[in-house]
């Protein structure tokens, strides 16, 4: 089946502590996104990337960094400088010539104890 | 901020009846996507309107699209209890020359059986 696989479900953080949140796809999908979701609100971007060994920062990315290594793969470190990062997050995929429809996984639930 | 906003915030219906959500936004858009998501897991894309369309169905889904009053609406029709869910509209949009997606904040469905 295609899709996307995120890992781990849920995880959780130290305060003070870097933990890094998996992202594949085997969609053959070119762009990769994360966002983060507060309760009760939407989604935010976090970063995407368009092409392998390329990234941008989307809205919020102080305190977090990605990598994008493989088409395949697009993980993310939430750093000890991001001040508040309980948040559920998403990563998603898109073939970007199809106006930006995103593919989306199950989601990662991180708490900070 | 293109953020889109929905309305209403959360809404309940009994089963078999019309459930109705609205999404307004700020700038020009070239497309409007609207996602499901289930509690606790990633979003499901459900239908995409372009700038020059004003209707599209999908099974119970009706979606309207009026630019000059930069809203849309989004009608499931004889709902059922597995439609209970939220709601996000999604603009894509262009800034300074990049496409970019903005979520709104969502409406939370529950369909009372």
């Known amino acids: 089946d295609g899709g996307i696989t995120q890992s781990p479900k849920y995880l959780f953080r130290k305060e003070g502590q870097n933990v890094t949140l998996s992202c594949e796809q085997n969609l053959n999908h070119d762009a990769m996104y994360w966002y983060r979701q507060d309760p009760g609100q939407g989604l935010r971007l976090i970063y995407y990337s368009q092409i392998v060994n390329d990234f941008q920062k989307g809205d919020i990315a102080e305190g977090y960094s990605v990598s994008r290594e493989k088409k395949e793969s697009f993980p993310l470190t939430v750093t000890s400088a991001q001040k508040n990062p309980t948040a559920f997050y998403l990563c998603?995929?898109?073939?970007?010539?199809?106006?930006?429809?995103?593919?989306f996984g199950a989601g990662s639930r991180l708490t900070v104890l | 901020s293109q953020q889109g906003e929905e309305d209403p915030q959360a809404l309940s219906i009994q089963e078999g009846e019309n459930a109705t959500m609205n999404c307004s936004y700020k700038t020009s858009i070239n497309n409007l996507q609207w996602y499901r998501q289930n509690s606790g897991r990633g979003l499901v894309h459900l239908i995409l309107?372009?700038?020059?369309?004003r209707e599209k169905h999908s099974g119970r889904l009706r979606v309207t699209l009026d630019t000059s009053k930069k809203s849309s609406s989004l009608l499931i029709t004889a709902s059922r209890a597995a439609d209970t869910a939220s709601y996000f509209c999604?603009?894509?949009?262009?800034?300074?020359?990049?496409?970019?997606?903005?979520f709104g904040t969502g409406t939370r469905l529950t369909i009372i059986p």
């Open positions: 309107i372009r700038s020059n369309e």
């Open positions: 999604a603009t894509v949009w262009t800034n300074f020359g990049n496409e970019k997606l903005t």
């Open positions: 998603a995929s898109s073939i970007v010539q199809r106006a930006n429809v995103l593919t």
